[in-house]
């Protein structure tokens, strides 16, 4: 008899999950998304902006892979798209009905993405060419970080990039987004753990340090010198790339 009760109680739970509404997926109250009006007509022209805040999410002359990239949490070499969606802009200002979290955002701007430009994606895994960040044969030469906390890195009066409690992934991906930029993406093969306290000087002045950062990308000799001074280096190889395909997407989003 208990037995019997005990296995109806199961059934009738499992029932109850499999007949319970599905939950909405989150999504902003209201939202403004309109083509950008500083559209750049060259390489150079006004920066792009996001600004997520707990109940806001503003995005100023924003592209879609840019979009698409904060959306996913991903880097502009991750999205595969046709060539508009790295160059067409947009501002977008979107509204919740009160304060969420930074992941939630994210997610509302996928739903928004999907409704306004009729976004649609499927993930993929590519063996691509990729820079491969290692130890040089004379070891590395890097200084343990000195305190705790999350990486930073800051700029000194004489051009030198300071990393603090920067491990070398966060130092590979550095190197693979915009402005330091690759023309590949930068795998951490180093086999090093922890955190450090280094510096990487590739221009001589400020000057000179910002005509390098305004180019597309950058060439992997632009970071070998100072990357020797660290015991590091970079190679060239293959390696497996998880990438977001842009299936369909409207250049003209829907109005508001």
């Given at each position: 008899?208990?037995?019997?009760?005990?296995?109806?109680l199961l059934v009738a739970a499992a029932f109850a999950i499999r007949s319970a509404p599905a939950q909405p997926a989150p999504a902003?109250?209201?939202?403004?998304?309109?083509a950008s009006q500083n559209?750049?007509?060259?390489?150079?022209?006004?920066?792009?902006?996001?600004?997520p805040q707990?109940?806001?999410?503003?995005?100023?002359?924003?592209?879609?892979?840019?979009?698409?990239?904060?959306?996913?949490?991903?880097?502009?070499?991750?999205?595969?798209g046709p060539e508009w969606v790295a160059s067409a802009r947009y501002d977008?200002?979107?509204?919740?009905?009160?304060?969420?979290?930074?992941?939630?955002?994210?997610r509302m701007l996928q739903a928004l993405l999907s409704d306004r430009f009729q976004l649609t994606?499927?993930?993929?895994?590519?063996?691509?060419?990729?820079?491969?960040?290692?130890?040089?044969?004379?070891?590395p030469k890097l200084q343990a970080a000195a305190g705790d906390g999350k990486a930073t890195l800051n700029i000194s009066s004489d051009a030198r990039l300071a990393f603090r409690n920067t491990s070398m992934a966060e130092l590979a991906d550095r190197l693979s987004v915009r402005p330091f930029g690759l023309d590949h993406p930068v795998l951490d093969k180093t086999g090093l753990s922890g955190?450090?306290?280094?510096?990487?000087?590739?221009?001589?002045?400020?000057?000179?340090?910002?005509?390098?950062?305004?180019?597309?990308?950058?060439?992997?000799?632009?970071?070998?010198?100072?990357?020797?001074?660290?015991?590091l280096k970079l190679e060239g190889q293959r390696g497996p790339v998880e990438l977001l395909v842009v299936d369909h997407a409207e250049k003209a989003p829907t109005e508001n």
């Open positions: 008899m208990r037995g019997n009760i005990l296995r109806n902003f109250e209201v939202a403004s998304v309109k559209s750049p007509t060259g390489k150079e022209g006004p920066q792009e902006s996001i600004d707990p109940a806001t999410l503003t995005m100023r002359n924003t592209t879609l892979r840019s979009c698409i990239r904060w959306a996913y949490s991903l880097k502009d070499y991750q999205v595969v977008i200002v979107a509204k919740s009905a009160g304060p969420v979290a930074t992941a939630d955002l994210r994606v499927h993930r993929d895994t590519k063996e691509l060419p990729v820079y491969a960040l290692v130890v040089g044969k004379s070891g955190s450090y306290d280094f510096t990487l000087k590739f221009a001589d002045s400020i000057m000179e340090l910002k005509q390098s950062l305004a180019r597309e990308s950058q060439e992997p000799g632009t970071y070998a010198s100072a990357l020797a001074d660290l015991g």
